[in-house]
């Protein structure tokens, strides 16, 4: 099984990292684990990125270029312009109010040029053998669909009129669904059951239209991005979120297999945090109690019944990640019906108060079932810096026995 492992996610904390800091950790990881890629972070001080690169040509590891795409990295930087309009009318503001997590519109010329042309200077420095593109989406709508459901800017609306779409009549459209409390349940059911829009009833037409429309945009500016790094004979790799999930956000693995050489599929079910399953489920779950008069209990079966998942009867554990790693499995099953080229399921080790505080025992077992579902590989998430070393051991310990496990079973 193949092992990847994310490092040193950009930000202005990476200034108070030596290189002496970032090759030890580095080389503690590839002393414990075969690692088979090492995705590194974006914008971060020179004498970083050359120790890490001696440790991976040390270790002959090929190093990627981890990117974001549609958000601010720190040098490239989302124009209130270029932002998200969302279903209400107003710009989709990033969560948080940060600029990493402030999305900018595929559809809009200047920002897709914009980005475009970020990621070729990126590429253009000759470091890496890959690319890791992160942020390859619409922010997520799960908070408030009302509001977060985008885009609605002008330049959206002309390259839907291009596809035979009317995209102010499908806003008009779907405000008036979701006016209802009705109509917020059956919303919520459909962001995570794409059966529910293969052959939609009339109210939901407007919903599966505005999702595959987002789906080709996503998928055209992923497939542009992935020719630059081509034409520079780098390999691509792709973040997605969960496979029940990307329906959210418009990303759709199959179309987006095509133009990459892995994806890793985002099955975190313990984090808190922006494109976790705890975090995105408890958003949605509480946008139903506050607005469509359903109770936390009937919430979160509604979203169960939707997503084929089991759930608990309580939001609270819901967000501490208190899930059934038989979701997990499921993820596994929807990442590989896909038919990516490989795929790789994306794992939290990381220790954060609040947002990842994890045992043992339960990495142990996540990491077992992922192995058992037959993925082709792991990425460590989401950032080495942050992981307790010891973690490291039992990847390891679990890694190995499941390839004995196989070998000789």
């Given at each position: 099984?193949?092992?990847?492992?994310?490092y040193l996610e950009g930000g202005p904390h990476t200034v108070h990292i030596s290189p002496a800091e970032a090759r030890a950790r580095l080389r503690a990881a590839l002393d414990r684990l075969p690692l088979a890629l090492v995705l590194l972070g974006w914008?971060?001080?020179?004498?970083?990125?050359?120790?890490?690169?001696?440790?991976?040509?040390?270790?002959?590891?090929?190093?990627?270029?981890?990117?974001?795409?549609?958000?601010?990295?720190?040098?490239?930087?989302?124009?209130?312009?270029?932002?998200?309009?969302?279903?209400?009318?107003?710009?989709?503001?990033?969560?948080?109010?940060?600029?990493?997590?402030?999305?900018?519109?595929?559809?809009?010329?200047?920002?897709?040029?914009?980005?475009?042309?970020?990621?070729?200077?990126?590429?253009?420095?000759?470091?890496?053998?890959?690319?890791?593109?992160?942020?390859?989406?619409?922010?997520?709508?799960?908070?408030?669909?009302?509001?977060?459901?985008?885009?609605?800017?002008?330049?959206?609306?002309?390259?839907?009129?291009?596809?035979?779409?009317?995209?102010?009549?499908?806003?008009?459209?779907?405000?008036?669904?979701?006016?209802?409390?009705?109509?917020?349940?059956?919303?919520?059911?459909?962001?995570?059951?794409?059966?529910?829009?293969?052959?939609?009833?009339?109210?939901?037409?407007?919903?599966?239209?505005?999702?595959?429309?987002?789906?080709?945009?996503?998928?055209?500016?992923?497939?542009?991005?992935?020719?630059?790094?081509?034409?520079?004979?780098?390999?691509?790799?792709?973040?997605?979120?969960?496979?029940?999930?990307?329906?959210?956000?418009?990303?759709?693995?199959?179309?987006?297999?095509?133009?990459?050489?892995?994806?890793?599929?985002?099955?975190?079910?313990?984090?808190?945090?922006?494109?976790?399953?705890?975090?995105?489920?408890?958003?949605?779950?509480?946008?139903?109690?506050?607005?469509?008069?359903?109770?936390?209990?009937?919430?979160?079966?509604?979203?169960?019944?939707?997503?084929?998942?089991?759930?608990?009867?309580?939001?609270?554990?819901?967000?501490?990640?208190?899930?059934?790693?038989?979701?997990?499995?499921?993820?596994?099953?929807?990442?590989?019906?896909?038919?990516?080229?490989?795929?790789?399921?994306?794992?939290?080790?990381?220790?954060?108060?609040?947002?990842?505080?994890?045992?043992?025992?339960?990495?142990?077992?996540?990491?077992?079932?992922?192995?058992?579902?037959?993925?082709?590989?792991?990425?460590?998430?989401?950032?080495?810096?942050?992981?307790?070393?010891?973690?490291?051991?039992?990847?390891?310990?679990?890694?190995?026995?499941?390839?004995?496990?196989?070998?000789?079973?």
């Amino acid at each position: 099984m193949l092992i990847a492992v994310q490092y040193l996610e950009g930000g202005p904390h990476t200034v108070h990292i030596s290189p002496a800091e970032a090759r030890a950790r580095l080389r503690a990881a590839l002393d414990r684990l075969p690692l088979a890629l090492v995705l590194l972070g974006w914008n971060l001080p020179a004498p970083l990125v050359e120790a890490c690169v001696e440790e991976c040509r040390r270790a002959s590891v090929p190093l990627y270029a981890w990117q974001p795409l549609l958000t601010g990295d720190g040098r490239f930087q989302p124009r209130p312009a270029w932002w998200t309009i969302g279903l209400n009318g107003r710009p989709v503001a990033g969560h948080g109010g940060l600029a990493e997590f402030t999305f900018v519109c595929p559809n809009h010329p200047a920002a897709r040029q914009a980005a475009l042309d970020h990621l070729g200077e990126v590429l253009a420095q000759g470091t890496y053998q890959g690319v890791f593109l992160d942020r390859i989406r619409f922010p997520s709508p799960s908070a408030n669909p009302a509001a977060g459901l985008a885009c609605f800017c002008p330049a959206c609306q002309e390259a839907a009129a291009q596809d035979g779409l009317d995209l102010p009549l499908i806003q008009q459209q779907l405000q008036q669904l979701l006016a209802s409390a009705e109509g917020r349940r059956v919303v919520a059911r459909a962001l995570l059951s794409p059966a529910d829009l293969r052959s939609p009833p009339p109210s939901l037409e407007p919903l599966a239209q505005l999702l595959a429309f987002r789906r080709r945009a996503i998928t055209g500016l992923v497939a542009a991005a992935a020719q630059l790094a081509r034409r520079r004979g780098l390999a691509v790799g792709l973040d997605c979120f969960s496979p029940t999930l990307t329906g959210m956000v418009g990303q759709e693995l199959p179309a987006l297999g095509a133009h990459c050489d892995w994806i890793k599929v985002m099955a975190y079910i313990r984090a808190y945090g922006p494109a976790s399953i705890p975090f995105e489920l408890h958003n949605l779950a509480g946008w139903l109690v506050a607005s469509a008069g359903m109770g936390e209990a009937e919430a979160l079966s509604w979203l169960a019944g939707a997503a084929g998942w089991s759930l608990p009867a309580r939001s609270d554990a819901v967000r501490r990640g208190a899930l059934s790693n038989t979701i997990l499995t499921t993820e596994m099953e929807r990442g590989h019906a896909a038919r990516p080229p490989q795929l790789l399921a994306g794992l939290e080790l990381v220790e954060m108060p609040g947002v990842a505080e994890l045992d043992p025992t339960q990495i142990q077992a996540d990491l077992a079932t992922v192995a058992a579902a037959g993925v082709e590989g792991v990425v460590l998430s989401w950032d080495l810096w942050h992981m307790p070393l010891e973690r490291l051991e039992l990847v390891r310990h679990v890694v190995i026995n499941e390839q004995l496990r196989t070998v000789h079973p």
